[in-house]
């Protein structure tokens, strides 16, 4: 297997624009997670998902994060619009047996909003 | 919100030398785990322990947990030049809530 799969890698834009993170999870692990890494925070949950179905999307910071699965194979996230603070690394993981077991991570989505 | 956090923040060794990171954190948990983080990459996982273990090894690395005071260690023994990452911690509640990650320590391995 692939492993997680997302895209682009880095993404620069500036403030105002509308940024969409994509993600493939591992076929066949229903649990899909949306995270976001900075120095200041360190690791933040975002959001989850359980076959496509939103479970808990406490994390997310304000109105203008909004995350969509559409099938099993794909999840975007989605900024509109972009602010400076939003700059982070914004990782996708997947899990097999359930939210709080091994998470597998794609290799994150780095983006810098000017 | 942040549950685990890692103790030291920083550590510089050599190679052949033993790595221990610890973990504290605050309500009772279900499982721990750890990751590593190499710069500019995504974690990995390392090991899994539930709140019924108290040890467990995988290959060069060893945990540890102590629920009595809710802390966590873990060990790499023989370090090498390739160990240099960032290791975190994260715990999961008994309400089956997903992880929460601690920010991390910082290993360095010169040869």
């Known amino acids: 297997d692939a492993g997680v799969i997302q895209s682009p890698r880095h993404e620069v834009t500036e403030m105002g624009q509308e940024v969409t993170l994509r993600c493939k999870p591992i076929s066949g692990h229903d649990y899909l997670f949306w995270y976001r890494q900075t120095m200041m925070r360190g690791l933040e949950l975002l959001i989850y998902?359980?076959?496509?179905?939103?479970?808990?999307d406490s994390g997310m910071p304000e109105d203008r994060f909004s995350a969509k699965m559409p099938n099993a194979s794909f999840s975007t996230l989605k900024i509109q619009p972009s602010e400076p603070r939003d700059s982070a690394v914004y990782f996708c993981?997947?899990?097999?047996?359930?939210?709080?077991?091994?998470?597998?991570f794609g290799p994150g989505t780095r983006l810098l909003v000017l | 919100s942040q549950q685990g956090e890692e103790d030291p923040q920083a550590l510089s060794i050599q190679e052949g030398e033993n790595a221990t990171m610890n973990c504290s954190y605050k309500?009772?948990?279900?499982?721990l785990q750890w990751y590593r983080q190499n710069s500019g990459r995504g974690l990995v996982h390392l090991i899994l322990i539930r709140s019924n273990e108290r040890e467990k090894h995988s290959g060069r690395l060893r945990v540890t947990l102590d629920t009595s005071k809710k802390s966590s260690s873990l060990l790499i023994t023989a370090s090498r030049a390739a160990d240099t990452a960032s290791y975190f911690c994260a715990t999961t509640t008994n309400s089956g809530y997903a992880l929460n990650f601690g920010k991390g320590t910082s290993l360095l391995v010169t040869p």
């Open positions: 309500t009772s948990i279900n499982n």
């Open positions: 993981a997947s899990s097999l047996q359930g939210p709080g077991e091994t998470q597998y």
């Open positions: 998902f359980n076959n496509n179905v939103p479970i808990d």
